[in-house]
């Protein structure tokens, strides 16, 4: 490849990475949004952050049957709106109890 190939490929790439972070700033200037796609909006990390997290519950463990209890019992933890570290502290407690108890 020529060294003017890996310019235009390294100008390419600084678009490709800028427009995204750009664009939400340019749009965001308009308050004409409607209120159900801000609503979705407002979603849309929760469903990403649940995304990422599921499949390492899945196969973080030798037993899928601790994991999800895990998963669960986080799951549970922040629907009744329990601090972050106790979330993250309730589900490793929970596994590590059904691993010295039971085997799993």
Same mark, same amino acid.
């Given at each position: 490849? =020529? &060294? %003017?190939?890996?310019? *235009?490929m390294i100008i390419g790439m600084g678009l490709v990475t800028y427009i995204p972070r750009i664009l939400p700033?340019?749009?965001?200037? =308009? &308050? %004409?949004?409607?209120? *159900?796609?801000?609503?979705?909006l407002t979603r849309v990390p929760y469903a990403v952050l649940g995304a990422l997290i599921f499949p390492g519950i899945l196969y973080s463990l030798d037993s899928m049957a601790a994991a999800l209890a895990g998963g669960v019992?986080?799951?549970i933890l922040s629907w009744l709106r329990a601090p972050l570290l106790a979330v993250v502290a309730g589900a490793i407690l929970l596994v590590t109890?059904?691993?010295?108890?039971?085997?799993?």
């Open positions: 490849m =020529s &060294e %003017s190939h890996i310019i *235009w700033l340019i749009t965001a200037a =308009s &308050e %004409s949004w409607p209120d *159900w796609l801000r609503r979705m019992a986080a799951l109890l059904l691993r010295l108890s039971t085997g799993l």
